[in-house]
């Protein structure tokens, strides 16, 4: 079992940069898929970027691609997700998840989740 701790949300301004961290404990980390999700007030919980276990391939959603870069270092079992020029819309609690399987664009894939960190971009 992986434990997953995300850190590095804070409040910027429109434009700005942001990177979050999904630091895990317990088990390894390159033994998982890893992707990030996030949950806006009043909105489900969507998809934004995954990483298969050796980091050789990742998936962004639209919304974000060119903007959002997600990587991984095994090595330091933490997971990394920079955010460029953000957008107010990129306001939301942003939460690290790991499977066991293969990388997956689907929520219910993950088994394990963090506590989530909040970005706040403001226009």
């Known amino acids: 079992q992986v434990q997953l701790v995300e850190s590095g949300g804070g409040l910027v301004q429109a434009g700005a940069s942001l990177s979050v961290s999904c630091a895990a404990s317990g088990r390894t980390l390159s033994s998982y898929a890893m992707a990030w999700f996030r949950q806006a007030p009043g909105k489900e919980r969507e998809f934004v970027a995954a990483?298969?276990?050796?980091?050789?391939?990742?998936y962004v959603v639209d919304s974000v691609k060119g903007r959002f870069t997600i990587s991984r270092d095994n090595a330091k079992n933490t997971v990394y997700l920079l955010m460029n020029s953000l957008k107010p819309e990129d306001t939301a609690v942003y939460y690290c998840a790991a499977a066991s399987g293969l990388v997956d664009v689907e929520a219910r894939s993950y088994s394990y989740w963090g506590q989530g960190t909040q970005v706040t971009v403001s226009s």
């Open positions: 990483i298969d276990r050796s980091g050789a391939h990742t």
